[in-house]
């Protein structure tokens, strides 16, 4: 029943999305399915009116007439066939990709890219050869074996009662290996999952593996991974020989038996020589359709991990939904406020819990304290990568919810640690959050990162080629890079996650700088931070302890408090410089 569901979900995707077409391809298989049963009885009134000294003409005239149609029907069904498969399948594509990347990053994480890619693309190939099978031949067998069983009966009753019964032996034997490669089927399928899942992490991470001399390690692993996927696909390749055997053996028989039984009814008169050849032409057709039919099972079942997987990934909740009377979010002043938001991640007891605190608009707030205290957390909820368990988020006063997911989002720029380049060119990473940016806008978001001079002394300038990942740029730059795509979105609410972290003193001084000309456009900043001058220069801090804020208030009170934050820059996690040791007064004492 499983397997079922499974197969008309596939197809019910067809037919959602070109009912006209399908409806079409549909008819057009009961045209092709009636011909090819009606050939058989053609043939075998054409052997009775040669028998008969009669009329074969009027017969060769009628056959010949329906091989007209069948070929022209046959072509119409292939052409139509082929461009709805493809169709679809880059349609499924495009959704399957718009639900993934709208996946939370602890998904990600979990399943890791190489098994999440292995998933579509495996998916969407299962999906395609389905369809293609189903509308260019399945569907037109199944009309087939339709009209066989009553144009059979109506012939004789005893020859087709035979018939049947062996084509039902044959079934019984094929549904019971293909029954049994079920389950060894779903084990391949893991392995096969694993195997991507490996390659995938190993290339993702292919200048550890250099460095680490690793070559070999990863190849053994891989190679074993590769020897457990054979071992799990050799029974299953064994079962389907012996499927092979068995419907070779299954066709010639029932050939056999046919022209046995039809002998001897033609000795006693009951049956004409005609009517036998076309038992046997039913016989060898319900043999062919009947293998089709069981092919296309068997290709289902061992298809169907696959499918699941696939199925799996587009029935995954996005981590916020959009509620049907979100309005956009138009023009905001910044003004950003938590109120007694808690947020537990699932299957554990590590979130955030009773975040209650308010952001002025153009206001800076850090976010200090020990790694995995819930700062990163905070800031996903107010991008609404997922939503609060308890309380509410709002800007200037409207909750969060209610806006549509894209508007929100437009109105906040994330800069992130890890700087999340695309390997494209300069000018088009910094183009993401405004793609219509003209040039000249892009030069001076560039320039108030600080980001300019590098790139003109790259090959073709803002046209450069960044690599994978920004594997062409140092760290600086691809934060600079970074940085820049946030300062040209020009959002009311600017998030920096750590985002100087892989910059020298003297960069981070002119990057501090851009932040300080952005605060002067009023737009309020949040900024995880563990440099002491982005402390220092911030209007308020939130200092972090499992989840919760234990302290707020500005650097010198803090400090002056000789709580968490002071340990936290006594301890050296509150980085000191040279440049901010002069903003704080006993400094070298709580040192």
């Not at 169709?87 to 990709?97: A, G, H, K, P, W």
């Not at 996946?103 to 890219?113: A, C, D, F, K, M």
């Not at 998916?123 to 144009?151: C, Y």
């Not at 981590?319 to 554990?348: D, I, Q």
Request: hydrophobic share 45%; net charge neutral; charged share 20%.
């Amino acid at each position: 029943m499983k397997l079922v569901r499974l197969y008309l979900r596939t197809l019910n995707i067809l037919w959602s999305e070109e009912k006209m077409l399908t409806l079409a391809l549909v008819l057009t298989s009961v045209c092709v399915g009636f011909i090819q049963v009606a050939e058989p009885v053609l043939f075998g009134r054409a052997i009775d009116s040669l028998s008969n000294a009669g009329n074969v003409m009027k017969v060769l005239v009628f056959w010949g007439g329906l091989s007209v149609v069948n070929i022209i029907s046959s072509v119409f069904l292939a052409v139509m066939s082929d461009r709805l498969a493809h169709r679809q399948r880059l349609n499924t594509l495009d959704q399957v990709f718009e639900r993934v990347i709208a996946l939370p990053v602890s998904y990600h994480s979990e399943q890791g890219s190489g098994r999440v890619v292995h998933a579509i693309l495996s998916g969407t190939d299962q999906l395609f050869q389905l369809w293609l099978s189903f509308m260019r031949e399945h569907l037109a067998s199944l009309v087939g074996i339709a009209f066989l069983v009553p144009m059979a009966i109506s012939m004789d009753w005893r020859m087709a009662i035979l018939l049947f019964a062996l084509s039902f032996i044959y079934l019984v034997a094929n549904f019971a290996i293909v029954k049994k490669t079920h389950f060894l089927q779903e084990q391949v399928e893991t392995y096969h999952q694993n195997l991507f899942a490996r390659i995938g992490d190993v290339i993702g991470n292919v200048t550890v593996v250099q460095s680490y001399t690793r070559l070999m390690d990863e190849i053994k692993a891989l190679q074993g991974i590769t020897s457990q996927l054979l071992s799990a696909q050799y029974p299953i390749l064994t079962w389907w020989g012996i499927l092979s055997i068995i419907t070779r053996i299954s066709s010639a028989l029932t050939m056999v038996i046919i022209l046995g039984m039809g002998s001897w009814l033609v000795t006693r008169g009951e049956l004409t020589v005609g009517e036998v050849v076309s038992f046997v032409g039913f016989s060898g057709l319900l043999i062919a359709k009947l293998e089709q039919i069981s092919g296309f099972v068997s290709r289902i079942i061992s298809r169907a991990p696959a499918l699941q997987n696939f199925f799996h990934l587009l029935d995954q909740n996005g981590a916020a939904v959009e509620m049907p009377y979100a309005r956009p979010l138009h023009h905001a002043r910044g003004e950003v406020a938590f109120n007694h938001v808690t947020y537990r991640y699932k299957g554990s007891q590590v979130g955030v819990f009773d975040l209650d605190f308010k952001v002025e608009p153009g206001q800076t707030v850090a976010l200090v304290g020990p790694s995995g205290s819930g700062k990163t957390t905070t800031l996903a909820l107010l991008q609404r990568l997922f939503d609060p368990q308890e309380g509410s988020i709002t800007i200037d006063g409207e909750d969060i919810r209610t806006f549509t997911l894209a508007s929100l989002r437009h109105s906040i720029a994330t800069v992130f640690q890890d700087s999340g380049l695309f390997n494209r060119s300069i000018s088009e990473n910094i183009r993401v959050g405004r793609p219509d940016a003209t040039d000249a806008e892009v030069q001076r978001a560039a320039e108030q990162a600080d980001a300019h001079d590098f790139i003109m002394k790259k090959t073709g300038g803002y046209d450069f080629i960044i690599g994978e990942r920004g594997g062409a740029l140092s760290g600086g730059e691809r934060q600079r890079i970074a940085i820049a795509r946030a300062i040209l979105k020009n959002a009311p609410i600017l998030i920096f996650d750590e985002a100087t972290s892989a910059l020298d003193n003297q960069t981070e001084k002119k990057i501090q700088h851009a932040i300080s000309n952005l605060r002067a456009q009023q737009k309020t900043t949040f900024i995880i931070a563990h440099r002491l001058s982005t402390v220092i220069s911030a209007d308020h801090i939130l200092v972090f302890d499992r989840g919760r804020v234990v302290e707020a208030g500005n650097f010198h009170s803090l400090l002056s408090k000789k709580g968490l934050f002071a340990d936290l820059v006594k301890l050296g996690e509150i980085m000191p410089e040279k440049h901010a040791e002069k903003h704080v007064g006993g400094l070298s004492e709580v040192r």
